[in-house]
């Protein structure tokens, strides 16, 4: 699709069109330019800019658009994606920031709206939204989902531990044991996720390929992650993964374990699994040299997770925010 095939109220002094592979590195230097403004507390890696053109449900020759200026440097990236058969778009954008204030953002949503809306009527889905996540201290963000008209529909609190303060000694019951997750064996930790996030907000099922780029991202640390099994029937139970970004501190102000999934099956909830699963947690991340535990939750989550964060010493960081417009 060349530029002429797009609409012309994209900004006319950059060239407009699809990204492809070869786009990643200019995207990713875009990325790193706006993060020295926005200064947020966790920035995509080239890893995670990849996946984009490696879904078999979203095209990036429709679902990807990217700006550039006379020299080829990109100044205006955008994208969107949803999961086969979901009614939830998920939105990416970003703007130079030389090249902001001039309508660039707000044409770029409009882009990603029109896109995902024919892309939910192509599907036969109604009732389709458009799902964009923010920080809420990102004023500048904000205010465009304001201005294009999306809403609030939900509030995610990070929080962050201290590992100077002891931590819990909790036991695991008769007949269960941690195991250390190895990425190449990880289906049944897969599995045991899509059923533990079921019944939670905004969450939808990880096929393989999903799950693979979860298991082999460079920032995982398997030896920081683990299941819980039980041994008498060889069942995962409860999991948790964890990661570490390297870069994390030179925003936040200190590095941590970051505990990115945490679920208990549902038969098997009540059993204070999740507390033993964030202790062990805290005591491998503690060996590795951290000095913080860190983890996000939905604030709204039903199960009680604030609560028991709280309880295991947490406290919020930073929140971040969900935004949703209705397209069909």
């Known amino acids: 699709m060349s530029s002429s095939a797009l609409p012309d109220y994209l900004d006319a002094r950059l060239d407009w069109r699809p990204m492809t592979p070869a786009d990643i590195d200019n995207w990713h230097a875009l990325i790193r330019r706006m993060a020295e403004v ?18 078999p449900a979203n095209d990036p020759a429709v679902t990807t658009l ?11 990236v955008g994208t969107v994606k949803a999961n086969a058969g979901s009614a939830t778009g998920h939105t990416w954008g970003g703007v130079d920031p030389q090249w902001r204030q001039r309508g660039i953002g707000r044409a ?27 920080e809420e201290r990102d004023l500048a963000h904000n205010a465009l989902m304001g201005t294009v008209g999306a809403k609030v529909v939900r509030y995610f609190t990070e929080m962050t531990r201290s590992l100077a ?5 909790l036991a695991l019951p008769d007949g269960f044991v941690f195991a250390t997750l190895n990425p190449d064996q ?20 990880k096929d393989e390929q999903k799950w693979k780029f979860v298991v082999s991202h460079p920032q995982l640390k398997p030896e920081w992650s683990m299941s819980i099994i039980e041994t008498a029937t060889g ?13 994390y501190s030179l925003q936040a102000g200190h590095d941590e374990g970051f505990t990115d999934l945490l679920g208990v099956r549902r038969a098997w909830r009540g059993r204070k699994f999740a507390p033993a699963l964030l202790a062990e947690a805290m005591r491998r991340f503690k060996a590795g040299g951290m000095e913080n535990a860190g983890l996000g939750v939905d604030t709204e989550n039903p199960s009680g997770a604030l609560g028991l964060y709280s309880r295991m010493g947490y406290s919020p960081t930073k929140r971040d925010l969900a935004y949703e417009k209705q397209l069909t």
């Open 235 to 247: 069942e995962t139970v409860a999991y948790q993964l964890a990661s570490f970004d390297p870069d």
């Open 108 to 134: 770029v949503y409009r882009w990603q709206e029109e896109c995902q809306r024919r892309r939910f009527l192509d599907a036969g889905i109604s009732g389709g939204v458009l799902r964009t996540y923010t």
């Open 38 to 55: 926005d200064k947020p507390v966790w920035v995509e890696t080239r890893v995670d800019l990849a996946e984009a053109f490696e879904s």
């Open 165 to 169: 303060d002891p931590i819990p000694e």
């Open 186 to 205: 990880s289906e049944a930790v897969r599995l045991a996720h899509n059923e533990a996030f079921a019944d939670h907000w905004g969450s939808e099922p």
């Open 66 to 76: 990217i700006g550039t200026d006379a020299d080829g440097t990109a100044r205006a």
